[in-house]
């Protein structure tokens, strides 16, 4: 099974609530994440303990300039933000670089794989006999 890991603990909440449902990887990474994949999602440091959230299906996986970035791509990766330059700043601190524009990046959209989705619990419920 793939790994998709998140240094911040502040994700923990985020992830957990559905309010995290991107990742922004500093380069071209449509190799090592492709759409269908199942990934343990996790959260920790490099060489220490991570903690397992849940497991996720990769939805896509979009190659674009860091100037390309949409405000969906922003928020689904970040709630807190709106603007790319928190973004930019940001993925600064993750990566201890300076981040152009022009640099490429990859947006992981994925989906938490639950038992059985409320809403299909609902459809799959039986309905009362007909009284004729």
């Known amino acids: 099974m793939y790994v ?6 502040v994700f923990i909440d985020q992830l957990r609530r559905g309010r995290k449902t991107a990742t922004i990887r500093l ?15 996790t959260v920790g440091y490099q060489h220490s303990p991570r903690e397992r959230i849940f ?8 190659v674009k300039r860091v100037r390309d970035l949409s405000p969906r791509d922003i928020e ?3 709630p807190e933000f ?16 300076k981040i152009s524009h022009d640099d490429t990046v990859t947006v992981v959209r994925f989906s938490q ?3 059985r989705p409320p809403e299909l619990t609902e459809r799959m419920r039986p309905s ?5």
């Open 113 to 115: 794989i639950v038992d």
């Open 82 to 97: 709106r603007r790319l330059e928190e973004t930019i700043h940001f993925l600064e601190q993750i990566y201890g670089r």
């Open 27 to 41: 380069g071209d990474k449509s190799q090592k994440y492709r759409k269908g994949t199942v990934v343990m999602v």
């Open 55 to 62: 497991e996720a299906v990769i939805d896509s996986v979009e």
């Open 76 to 78: 689904h990766d970040n």
């Open 128 to 132: 009362a006999p007909s009284q004729n």
């Open 4 to 9: 998709l890991n998140f240094y911040s603990p």
